[in-house]
T-cell receptor
Framework: EAGVTQFPSHSVIEKGQTVTLRCDPISGHDNLYWYRRVMGKEIKFLLHFVKESKQDESGMPNNRFLAERTGGTYSTLKVQPAELEDSGVYFC????FGQGNEKLFFGSGTQLSVL | KNEVEQSPQNLTAQEGEFITINCSYSVGISALHWLQQHPGGGIVSLFMLSSGKKKHGRLIATINIQEKHSSLHITASHPRDSAVYICAVNSGGSQGNLIFGKGTKLSVKP
């Protein structure tokens, strides 16, 4: 069974450009999460989807970030326009829907560099 | 100060040594996670704890809710255990709304 996949694995863009990151969760996983690690800092939660609905977007830094999960399958995270401070590693994770103690499965992350 | 603190930040051990990584947190939690990230790799969930102790192979995780402290132990360490170990807590948001520690970088020398 395929794990959580993210692409691209690396993206280098210039300040002001737009970048779209994609996450494919494990098939059948209703929960999908986005996280970000900025260099030198701890990983931070961004948002949580249950199927196609945003359950919790309390971690989204500002309105330059737009996450979607149309059809409740894969998700995209768009940054528009990108700023230097957006550089970091963006992780995605998924889990089955249940009682809240389901195991999280993480992707390998997308390394975003904004120059 | 971060709500989740790990110690040590870096740890070097010789193969075979017993290793302990500590995690202290300052918020009320519903669960605590231990995660592992190998260099260049993705993150793997090792344990999710809400009380007591869990064991998987050479890994043992314990949590003391009253003291707001958890430990991850590795017995008979091996070079393949070299990775960053991350503690994260769920303090009441959605399941994956976690507060992460900065991680402990472990290097096990042969």
């Amino acid at each position: 069974e395929a794990g959580v996949t993210q692409f691209p694995s690396h993206s280098v863009i210039e300040k002001g450009q737009t970048v779209t990151l994609r996450c494919d969760p494990i098939s059948g996983h209703d929960n999908l999460y986005w996280y970000r690690r900025v260099m030198g800092k701890e990983i931070k939660f961004l948002l949580h989807f249950v199927k196609e609905s945003k359950q919790d977007e309390s971690g989204m830094p500002n309105n330059r970030f737009l996450a979607e999960r149309t059809g409740g399958t894969y998700s995209t995270l768009k940054v528009q326009p990108a700023e230097l401070e957006d550089s970091g590693v963006y992780f995605c994770a998924s889990s089955q829907f249940g009682q809240g103690n389901e195991k999280l499965f993480f992707g390998s992350g997308t390394q975003l560099s904004v120059l | 100060k971060n709500e989740v603190e790990q110690s040590p930040q870096n740890l070097t051990a010789q193969e075979g040594e017993f290793i302990t990584i500590n995690c202290s947190y300052s918020v009320g939690i519903s669960a605590l996670h231990w995660l592992q990230q190998h260099p260049g790799g993705g993150i793997v969930s090792l344990f999710m704890l809400s009380s007591g102790k869990k064991k998987h192979g050479r890994l043992i995780a314990t949590i003391n809710i009253q003291e707001k402290h958890s430990s991850l132990h590795i017995t008979a360490s091996h070079p393949r255990d070299s990775a960053v170990y991350i503690c994260a807590v769920n303090s009441g948001g959605s399941q994956g709304n976690l507060i992460f520690g900065k991680g402990t970088k472990l290097s096990v020398k042969p």
